[in-house]
């Protein structure tokens, strides 16, 4: 073998090597968060940031009116479950998305 021929077969790999860089880049391109994505992500960490501190003071609320007998049981339970549902809605979303697969 020449060393012509190990020449060309190195640059041959060369020009193999960038054509397959190249036709990655553009994959490379499409992997940037969409706009709705990020806005979505920030909505959702700033209505928790809110109801983090609303949802203290309600079950503080809700606990004394209902140790003074002034409410009925049912309203604090009520709550509870909506602030579990409220903090644990990215938990759910992802786990129904893994149920259809998307």
């Known amino acids: 073998?020449?060393?012509?021929?190990?020449f060309h077969r190195r640059g041959t790999a060369r020009h193999l090597f960038v054509i397959v860089a190249l036709l990655s880049a553009p994959g490379l391109a499409m992997?940037?968060?969409?706009?709705?994505?990020?806005?979505?992500?920030?909505?959702?960490t700033?209505?928790?940031?809110?109801?983090?501190?609303?949802?203290?003071?309600?079950?503080?609320?809700l606990g004394i009116m209902a140790m003074a007998n002034r409410i009925s049981w049912g309203?604090?339970?009520?709550?509870?479950v909506g602030i579990a549902v409220v903090f644990g809605a990215p938990q759910m979303v992802t786990w129904i998305r893994g149920m259809f697969g998307v």
């Not at 073998?1 to 190990?6: A, I, P, Y």
């Not at 309203?75 to 509870?80: L, S, T």
């Open 1 to 6: 073998m020449s060393s012509s021929d190990l």
């Open 31 to 44: 992997a940037q968060a969409s706009p709705f994505l990020t806005g979505a992500n920030s909505l959702q």
């Open 46 to 61: 700033n209505i928790l940031a809110w109801a983090t501190p609303v949802a203290v003071i309600l079950v503080m609320v």
């Open 75 to 80: 309203w604090p339970i009520a709550a509870i």
